[in-house]
């Protein structure tokens, strides 16, 4: 199995603060990474694919960089609606997913 | 627009078999470059990746619940099952079907709304 290691496991920012989460994978999976936003309560959905291509409809604040084992995601301007858990998932041999980071608003 | 929806037994007792179905509706299952997947979340935890299904009939297991799941497909209803036998209260989760595309970096791109599921005697 490859493992994805998320941090930091939970942040708590101000509206309009640059957010960076990062994932570290325990080999190189070349670009095979994607990131998703779960708010409470419902399903997870897709934002950022390829480690670095955003999702059709999702906001351009989002954002993801990264290859081989660093990965991180940004936010660029957090917004109230941003809050809930984001996960990285690869799928450089059978999907795993990190452990997920928790946004709040400070 | 394609939705998914998980339908079957919110309550199952420790040792029987849990049986899920996603209905798939606004696309076919048969499409080329889509997968079939069950996901799922403990209570308060994060995302476990179960299984996929292709529409060949191809499927693909988590290996630590592997000897357990069956993933299958229904063309004629459009609807892909999953089954987990010997459960036991670690198999309490929110089980989501989702899809898995072949051009959006092999994501999961469309999930359903997700079901509870609880093992409990």
């Known amino acids: 199995d490859i493992q994805l290691t998320q941090s930091p496991s939970s942040l708590s920012a101000s509206v309009g603060d640059r957010v960076t989460i990062t994932c570290q994978a325990s080999?190189?999976?070349?670009?095979?990474l994607n990131w998703y936003q779960q708010k409470p309560g419902k399903a997870p959905k897709l934002l950022i694919y390829?480690?670095?291509n955003l999702q059709t409809g999702v906001p351009s604040r989002f954002s993801g960089s990264g290859s081989g084992t660093d990965f991180t995601f940004t936010i660029s301007s957090l917004q109230p609606e941003d809050i809930g858990t984001y996960y990285c998932?690869?799928?450089?041999?059978?999907?795993?997913f990190g452990q997920g980071t928790k946004v709040e608003i400070k | 627009q394609l939705q998914l929806q998980e339908s079957g037994s919110g309550l199952v007792k420790p040792s029987q078999t849990l049986s899920l179905t996603c209905a798939v509706s606004?696309?076919?299952?048969?499409?080329?470059?889509?997968?079939w997947s069950w996901i799922r979340q403990p209570p308060g935890k994060g995302l476990e990746w179960i299984g996929y299904?292709?529409?060949?009939?191809?499927?693909y297991y988590n290996p630590s619940l592997k000897s357990r799941i069956t993933i299958s497909l229904d063309k004629s209803k459009n609807q892909f099952s999953l089954k987990l036998t010997s459960v036991t209260a670690a198999d309490t989760a929110v089980y989501y079907c989702?899809?898995?595309?072949?051009?959006?970096?092999?994501?999961?791109?469309?999930w359903g709304q997700g079901t509870m599921v609880t093992v409990s005697s």
């Open positions: 998932q690869q799928y450089g041999n059978l999907p795993t």
């Open positions: 299904i292709y529409h060949s009939g191809s499927t």
């Open positions: 606004g696309g076919s299952i048969t499409t080329t470059g889509y997968s």
């Open positions: 390829d480690a670095s």
């Open positions: 989702a899809r898995r595309t072949s051009y959006s970096g092999r994501s999961f791109d469309i």
């Open positions: 080999q190189g999976i070349a670009n095979f």
